[in-house]
C-alpha cells in the first residue's frame, strides 16, 4: 500500500538569519514560508545524496520530480535549484525535462552531470556522445577561479559517470576541464552554473565546498536547518496535533518506528499504544529482546504473538512477490483486529522517514516500479478506521534519525543494527518458507552477525546475513555421505542500498562463518559467499 502526500505550497519570503531547527520549520511551514534548495530530480542515484550535502550544510533541501512546475517551486520557497544527474541523453525523444521556466525565475541554478547538460542542450549548446567516456575517478583541473570554485585547489580528483559530454556551449565561460570534457564545469549569465562531475559523491575531493559554494556564496543562502532542538519541537508539535487523542503505532523495532513511539510517548504518555506483531519471521532472540528494551523505554506494547498465522498463510506459496504481499496483508489483518480492540483510536503515529514518502511519490506518479516498506502497509487503516496520520520524522533521513534515536537514548544495538526487511527472513528464504529452512536462515544468520562483531565488520557493512533455499548438496557426516542444505552468506557493503557489492571479508573470517555454520546449524553441507554486485542483484534475494 502507499500513501499520497502532497509538496510544500505556500508564499515565498525574503532570506531570514536566524538558524531554525526542523521543529521551528514545522512551524515555518504552517506558515507558508519554508526555504529550501530544490533538487530536480532527473533519475540519478545520487539525487538523495545532493539533498543530503544540502542539509549536512545547513539549508534546508527537498528532492522533487524534474518536471515539477516553476510556480510550485517558488511558491515552496525555493531559493536555489539543483539538477540532478540521470542516465538519459539530453537528445534523446524521451529525455526527462524540466519547467522551461524555472530559467525565469532569477533562482540560481546548479546543474550536475545530465543537469549540466541540459542546461546546456537548452541554452544553445551542443551534446553529444563522447568518443572516451569518464567513469569513476577523474583528474579535473579548474580554469577559473569563479565562486562555486572559490579556495579550492586547481587541480582536484572528482568523480565522474558519463557518456556524452559538452562540446560547445555559447555565452558561457569555461570554469573547469577534464582530459576528455573541455567544457566540464561553466557558468552562464544569471547564476546558472553546471559541473560535469559528482561534488555530491564522497569521492569527489571538496565536493561538498563546491557545493557549499553554491549555497552561500552564488546563491546567498543563510543556514536554515540543525538537528539540535528537533526532539522538544518535534514533541511540542506532536502535543499540538493530538491533544488528548488516542494514538496507536505499529512499533517493529526498527530504528524509524521506535524513535517515532518514543517521541510521541514523550508528547502524549499513556495515550499511546504500540502494537508489536510477530509474525514468527524476525531474528533469533530478537523479539525477547527487543519487548525487553520496550520495557526498559516504558512504552506500552501490547505484542500479537501471530506466528502461527503467518506460517498458515505462507504454506505452500514460494513466489517472492506472493509472499511479501500476504504477509503485507496478514500484518494489516492482524493489526487492524488489535487495534479495534483497544477502543476509540484518534491517531496512527508512523515512522515514514524522508525517503519513504519520495519512493511513494515515486511509485504513486508511475516513475518508477517501486517497492514500499512494509510499515506503509498500515498506511490503509488511516482511511479503513478514520485515523489521522502522525508522522514527527518524515522530513529527515536515516543519519539524521539515528542523532535524533541517540537523542532519545535509544540503545547502540537498536541505533547500530543492519537494516531488516518488513517481511523478516522470508525475504531471505528462496521458495517455500518451511520450519526447517527458517530455523537454517535464523541459526546461520546469527553466525553470520555474530563473527563480524567478533572480527571488527558489523559495523563496517551495510548488512550480513544468511540465505536458504531448496537446492541440497552432498557432505560427509562421519563416513557417511549425506545431503543437506546449502546455505549462501551475504555480506555488502552499500550507501542507502541503491547500490550495493559484496564485502571483500578476509578468508579467516570467511572460513570461520563456514566452519560454524556447517557444525552448529543442523542439516547444512554447504556454505557459498554471494558475489554479485547490485545491480544487477538485489541485497535480498527474494
Ligand atoms: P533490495 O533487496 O531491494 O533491498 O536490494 C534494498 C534494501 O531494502 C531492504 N528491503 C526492505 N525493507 N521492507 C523493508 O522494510 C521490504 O519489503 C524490503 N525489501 C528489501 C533491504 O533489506 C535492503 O536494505
Not at 577561479?145 to 559517470?161: A, C
Not at 498458515?312 to 512477490?321: K, T
Amino acid at each position: 500500500m502507499i500513501y499520497i502526500f502532497s509538496l510544500g505550497a505556500g508564499k515565498a519570503c525574503p532570506m531570514s538569519s536566524t538558524i531554525l531547527t526542523p521543529g521551528d520549520e514545522f512551524d515555518r511551514m504552517e506558515q507558508g514560508m519554508r526555504q529550501k534548495v530544490a533538487v530536480l530530480d532527473f533519475g540519478g542515484q545520487y539525487a538523495h545524496l545532493i539533498v543530503r550535502r544540502c542539509r549536512e550544510l545547513g539549508v534546508y533541501s527537498e528532492l522533487f520530480p524534474h518536471d515539477v512546475s516553476a510556480e510550485s517551486l517558488v511558491e515552496g520557497g525555493t531559493q536555489a535549484i539543483i539538477f540532478s544527474g540521470g542516465p538519459k541523453s539530453v537528445y534523446e525523444r524521451d529525455a526527462p525535462m524540466c519547467d522551461l521556466e524555472v530559467f525565469k525565475l532569477g533562482v540560481p541554478i546548479l546543474g550536475i552531470c545530465y543537469g549540466a547538460q541540459l542546461i546546456a542542450h537548452l541554452k544553445g549548446g551542443v551534446v553529444r556522445r563522447a568518443e572516451q567516456r569518464e567513469f569513476g575517478r577523474t583528474e579535473f583541473f579548474v580554469d577559473r577561479e569563479d565562486e562555486l570554485f572559490h579556495g579550492i585547489r586547481k587541480k582536484l580528483t572528482v568523480w565522474m559517470s558519463h557518456s556524452d559530454r559538452i562540446e560547445s556551449l555559447p555565452n558561457s565561460e569555461v570554469l573547469g576541464h577534464t582530459e576528455h570534457s573541455p567544457l566540464a564545469a561553466f557558468r552562464l549569465a544569471d547564476r546558472i552554473y553546471g559541473v560535469q562531475f559528482h561534488p555530491e559523491v564522497h569521492h569527489t575531493e571538496s565536493g561538498k565546498e563546491i557545493i557549499g559554494n553554491f549555497l552561500f556564496r552564488v546563491c546567498g543562502l543563510q543556514r536554515n536547518w540543525e538537528l539540535k532542538g528537533f526532539v522538544r519541537r518535534a514533541i511540542e508539535e506532536v502535543k499540538r496535533e493530538v491533544g488528548d487523542g488516542k494514538v496507536i503505532c505499529a512499533l517493529s523495532g526498527g530504528i524509524d518506528s521506535t524513535t517515532t513511539a518514543l517521541l510521541v510517548h514523550k508528547a502524549v504518555g499513556e495515550n499511546l499504544t504500540c502494537i508489536y506483531v510477530d509474525h514468527g519471521l524476525m531474528r533469533k532472540n530478537e523479539t525477547e529482546e527487543l519487548l525487553e528494551t520496550f520495557k526498559k523505554l516504558k512504552l506500552r506494547v501490547v505484542h500479537v504473538d501471530a506466528r502461527e498465522r503467518f506460517m498458515r498463510r505462507l504454506r505452500g506459496v514460494s513466489d517472492p512477490e506472493e509472499k511479501r504481499w500476504i504477509i503485507g496483508e496478514e500484518f494489516i489483518r492482524v493489526f487492524e483486529e488489535e487495534a479495534r480492540k483497544l477502543g476509540k483510536v484518534d491517531f496512527l503515529a508512523q515512522g515514514t522517514i524522508y525517503p519513504d514518502r519520495i519512493e511513494s511519490a515515486r511509485a504513486q506518479s508511475g516513475r518508477r516500479a517501486s517497492r514500499i516498506k512494509s510499515h506503509h502497509n498500515v498506511a490503509a487503516l488511516p482511511k479503513k478506521m478514520n485515523l489521522k496520520l502522525v508522522e514527527p520524522i518524515k522530513d529527515l533521513y536515516k543519519d539524521e534519525v539515528k542523532e535524533i534515536a541517540k537523542e532519545l537514548g535509544l540503545p547502540e544495538e537498536i541505533i547500530k543494527r543492519h537494516p531488516f526487511p518488513g517481511p523478516g527472513l522470508a525475504a531471505r528464504i528462496i521458495g517455500e518458507v518451511t520450519e526447517e529452512k527458517l530455523r537454517i536462515c535464523r541459526e546461520a544468520s546469527f553466525i553470520v552477525e555474530e563473527e563480524l562483531r567478533r572480527s571488527g565488520w558489523y559495523d563496517k557493512v551495510w548488512q550480513a546475513f544468511a540465505i536458504v533455499g531448496d537446492d541440497l548438496a552432498t557432505g560427509v557426516l562421519g563416513d557417511e555421505r549425506v545431503l543437506g542444505h546449502v546455505v549462501i552468506v551475504r555480506v555488502v557493503e552499500s550507501v542507502e542500498a541503491m547500490t550495493a557489492d559484496f564485502a571483500r571479508l578476509p578468508y579467516g573470517v570467511l572460513e570461520n562463518i563456514s566452519r560454524r555454520i556447517t557444525n552448529e546449524v543442523k542439516g547444512v553441507t554447504w556454505v557459498a559467499y554471494a558475489i554479485s554486485s547490485k545491480p544487477p542483484s538485489t541485497i535480498e534475494p527474494c
